[in-house]
């Protein structure tokens, strides 16, 4: 079993659709958690930040962690077809220093 | 990608040739990292560095080998290329903020 599993979709979903986002994870010792937005043959860019458990929330994104349930979510208000493109969750016991933990990611299309 | 590139961003190459990627950056980030990216496994570490001759190796290192001689150059060292190292490889960074900043890849194809 992975230690970090993410529906790897694809996710298609209409323009101005709420998205959501989620990864489900085993080691209890990570702390800091991560989304990161992937276009097709680019590197992926960290979208998202959250330390522990609580919600965080930037323009139409939100990302949220429940550490008692090992999940976490990220959601996307008003969905946008620039907001198509591979979602990957990422997680680290450290903060600095920290090898990161992926999932597999989410692709995700929005349609016009 | 501000501040990191890799090169080459393409390379074909034939089964038991060594290859060399490589990262380099303009931040002056002392922790940088390779990672291998594969469909149905995502993201996965091969080798990092938190320091001019200070390497480490991560979940999938057999047939790597790294290299740091400068703060802003870190090699990725295939030492017998084998097709099962055919993939994208991404060079990462990071500074004090925790989240990482990758480089735009390298698309490796072992034949």
């Known amino acids: 079993q992975k230690e970090v599993e993410q529906d790897p979709g694809p996710l298609s979903v209409p323009e101005g659709a709420i998205v959501s986002l989620n990864c489900t994870y085993s080691?209890?010792?990570?702390?800091?958690f991560m989304w990161y937005r992937q276009y097709s043959r680019k590197g992926p860019e960290l979208l998202m930040y959250?330390?522990?458990?609580g919600n965080k929330e930037d323009g139409r994104f939100t990302a949220q962690v429940d550490k008692s349930s090992k999940y976490i979510s990220l959601f996307i208000r008003d969905s946008q077809p620039s907001d198509s493109a591979t979602y990957l969750c990422?997680?680290?016991?450290?903060?600095?220093?920290?090898?990161?933990?992926f999932g597999t990611g989410t692709r995700l299309q929005v349609t016009l | 990608d501000a501040g990191i590139t890799q090169s080459p961003r393409h390379k074909v190459t034939e089964t038991g040739t060594p290859v060399t990627l490589r990262c380099h950056q303009t931040?002056?980030?002392?922790?940088m990292y390779w990672y291998r990216q594969d469909p149905g496994h995502g993201l996965r570490l091969i080798h990092y560095?938190?320091?001019?001759?200070?390497?480490d190796k991560g979940e999938v290192s057999d047939g790597y080998s790294v290299s740091r001689s400068k703060t802003e150059d870190f090699l990725l060292t295939l030492e017998s290329a084998t097709s099962s190292q055919t993939s994208v490889y991404f060079c990462?960074?990071?500074?004090?903020?925790?989240?990482?900043?990758f480089g735009s890849g390298t698309r490796l194809t072992v034949v």
């Open positions: 560095s938190y320091g001019v001759k200070d390497t």
């Open positions: 959250t330390y522990s458990s």
């Open positions: 990422a997680m680290s016991i450290t903060g600095t220093a920290s090898k990161l933990t």
């Open positions: 080691n209890s010792a990570f702390q800091y």
């Open positions: 990462a960074i990071q500074g004090e903020f925790y989240g990482y900043t």
């Open positions: 931040e002056n980030h002392r922790y």
